[in-house]
């Protein structure tokens, strides 16, 4: 079953514009993950962020993460068409070792 | 390419016939996982292997699925007794240890007409 939700499910935005995505999961989480997807393809590695860090970053990418809230963001900053995917977060819940997954954000960078 | 490779890429077949899947890690990584991903959504867990352990199934993971990973290298899926309903991407996925980031291979597409 899908652990959390995304939010928004859709998001256009122009290039060069900032794009913020959202997640909530419902459980205890050893670490959450972001992924891209292009369409019908593998899913990319974005970034791993672990329970007891609050920010990572990633070249244009930055990720926050609120266990106390039980949510994460996704920023990408500067978009490019080339940005233009699905992205998923993903939870590694306690006890587990398998990511449960969100239902994803869909990307438009138009140019 | 030293990532994770899936065969075949797609693959069509019939109801009813049998199908396997094969997923070959990055090759120092302990842990393969499979996932599954319907038309508009997140991938969905099935099982999990540490070395040639099988350590958790999901209940998705029907007596029809069966996975193995003999050496502990690659796995494979098989699916017999195709449905319709079967029809998905299917995933693989390999890590390091515990808690590490899981990259996962380009999928196998499957049809079952």
């Known amino acids: 079953s899908q652990q959390g939700e995304e939010d928004p499910q859709a998001l256009s935005i122009q290039e060069g514009e900032n794009a913020t995505m959202n997640c909530s999961y419902k459980?205890?989480?050893?670490?959450l993950q972001w992924y891209r997807q292009n369409s019908g393809r593998g899913l990319v590695h974005l970034i791993l962020i672990r329970s007891n860090e609050r920010e990572k970053h990633s070249g244009r990418l930055r990720v926050t993460l609120d266990t106390s809230k039980k949510s994460s963001s996704l920023l990408i900053t500067a978009s490019r068409a080339a940005d233009t995917a699905s992205y998923f977060c993903?939870?590694?819940?306690?006890?587990?070792?398998?990511?449960?997954f969100g239902s994803g954000t869909r990307l438009q960078v138009q140019p | 390419d030293t990532g994770v490779s899936q065969n075949p890429r797609h693959k069509i077949t019939k109801r009813g016939q049998n199908v396997t899947f094969r997923c070959d890690p990055i090759s120092e990584h302990n842990r393969l996982y499979w996932y599954r991903q319907t038309l508009g959504q997140g991938p969905e867990f099935l099982t999990y292997?540490?070395?040639?352990?099988?350590?958790?199934k999901s209940r998705l993971l029907s007596d029809r699925f069966s996975a193995e990973r003999p050496k502990g290298s690659f796995s494979t899926l098989e699916i017999q007794r195709t449905e319709q309903g079967d029809s998905a991407m299917y995933l693989c996925a390999s890590s390091l240890g515990i808690g590490n980031e899981q990259f996962f291979g380009p999928g196998t597409r499957l049809t079952v007409l």
């Open positions: 459980t205890s989480i050893n670490n």
């Open positions: 993903a939870t590694e819940d306690t006890g587990r070792r398998a990511l449960t």
């Open positions: 292997f540490q070395n040639e352990a099988q350590l958790e």
